[in-house]
């Protein structure tokens, strides 16, 4: 199980989650979480989901939201994907995680050299 | 500069570096389903060997619960294929290490090569790959013939590299104009060469190019794509360069769902920082 803190969007629910007092579920198994989901599971009391991916979850850290449409972060990844084909879904994905993972790096670099 | 031929090469290679020992008498006892201490008593001869074995039959990767502390033990929980192909990722390493030290920036060239392990090996794992050590290994020796290029042809490397950069175009390209074989090949034949199994022998070939693979066209498309999210991750934490084509057919062919990526995205990071750790237990920082 993945505390609800450490779920991002993108993840996958191995397992429904499931409201314990009256056995509803709330969201199926399969289902790629969503900023939406994630407020809907605390609105039910929901704490901690399974994770697609083992212990994956495990390991994502929280903490600040970075936004992806910053120049900085836009500028390098277009860049860098300039020979790829975005329309190619596999593509759109790795970009979409490239780019949240670029401005983790950007705001750790920053944290960084503020020391 | 005179252009060098692929058999000179890697004929410059084989009379220079062979396969561990240690190595082949593994893969004969393993193909003679030799009993697990044999295979164990193997392994004890190399000290250093069977240290860092026990290493990895403790590591995350095999999470068991309880400590690992005979060779024996190790042999059960990790499985003798799979346990070769770990044995034969420990030796390419300490072989070009020590073929290439101060020729070559060899962490840049671990970093790449250990992600793309990662991703290749995890690829396997959502695919329910039985073996997927094997594809560890794949991932690790996809870019061997950028090391042969490297031990035998510096000038050559280092001119192409140059020119790849300059031009913004992928470094087979400029290899396959300049030479008129690629990397892939250099490196695949010389894999051949040392008589290591034919899917390794063709994912290392067709990693760019994985339509053209006959035999092994799932093992070739998998690397291919772990190459494409293993630059992908590495451009993500500030590496440099960028994200090479992708050949859609290639994750066709793997038939997972596109829900896996954004776990395995995750994963890499953690799986290949602690695979630079087991490998260089001294040395290399992660990312």
Redesign the interface.
């Known amino acids: 199980m993945v505390k609800l803190d450490l779920v991002?969007p993108?993840?996958?629910l191995s397992k429904p989650a499931v409201h314990a007092s009256s056995g509803r579920e709330i969201l199926a198994a399969?289902r790629?979480i969503e900023d939406k989901d994630i407020r809907t599971l605390k609105s039910w009391g929901i704490h901690e989901v399974s994770?697609?991916?083992?212990d994956?979850?495990r390991?994502?850290s929280p903490g600040n939201v970075i936004p992806i449409e910053t120049p900085a972060v836009t500028d390098?990844?277009g860049?860098?994907?300039?020979?790829?084909?975005l329309t190619?879904?596999?593509?759109a994905?790795?970009?979409r995680?490239?780019?949240?993972?670029?401005a983790e790096?950007l705001l750790q670099?920053s944290a960084g050299s503020d020391r | 500069m005179n252009k060098p031929t692929l058999q000179h090469l890697i004929r410059a290679v084989v009379t220079v570096a062979s396969l561990p020992t240690i190595y082949l008498r593994l893969d004969e006892a393993i193909r003679e389903d030799a009993p697990h201490r044999e295979v164990a008593a193997i392994i004890s001869d190399d000290v250093g060997l069977a240290s860092r074995l026990l290493r990895i039959a403790n590591s995350p990767f095999y999470g068991f619960p309880s400590k690992i502390d005979t060779i024996t033990r190790a042999v059960t929980i990790i499985g003798t294929r799979q346990l070769a192909q770990l044995v034969l990722a420990m030796s390419m390493v300490k072989m070009i290490d020590e073929k290439l030290k101060g020729k070559f920036d060899l962490e840049l060239f671990w970093k790449h090569s250990i992600t793309c392990a990662a991703a290749a090996r995890l690829l396997a794992s959502?695919r329910r790959e039985s073996n997927i050590e094997k594809y560890f290994v794949a991932g690790l020796l996809h870019d061997i013939g950028r090391v042969v290029m490297m031990m035998v042809i510096p000038d050559w490397g280092t001119r192409i590299f140059d020119e790849a950069m300059e031009s913004q175009r992928p470094l087979y390209d400029v290899e396959q104009e300049l030479l008129g074989y690629d990397h892939a090949k250099i490196g695949g034949e010389l894999l051949r060469e040392w008589r290591l199994p034919p899917a390794l022998v063709e994912s290392t070939i067709y990693h760019h190019r994985p339509r053209f693979a006959k035999e092994y066209p799932v093992d070739a498309a998998l690397v291919h794509?772990a190459e494409?999210?293993s630059n992908?991750?590495q451009?993500?934490?500030?590496g440099h360069?960028?994200?090479?084509?992708?050949y859609?057919e290639a994750?066709d062919q793997l038939e997972l769902p596109?829900?896996?990526?954004?776990?395995?995205?995750?994963?890499l990071?953690?799986q290949r920082d602690e695979s630079v750790r087991l490998i260089f237990p001294d040395r290399m920082h992660a990312a």
């Open positions: 991002k993108g993840m996958v399969g790629v994770i697609e991916g083992g994956a979850g390991y994502a390098r990844m860049q860098a994907f300039r020979f790829a084909d190619h879904p596999l593509m994905e790795l970009h995680l490239a780019q949240q993972r670029y790096y670099r | 959502y794509v494409v999210i992908c991750l451009i993500s934490e500030g360069g960028f994200v090479p084509a992708l859609s994750w596109l829900s896996i990526i954004a776990p395995l995205f995750e994963q990071r953690v």
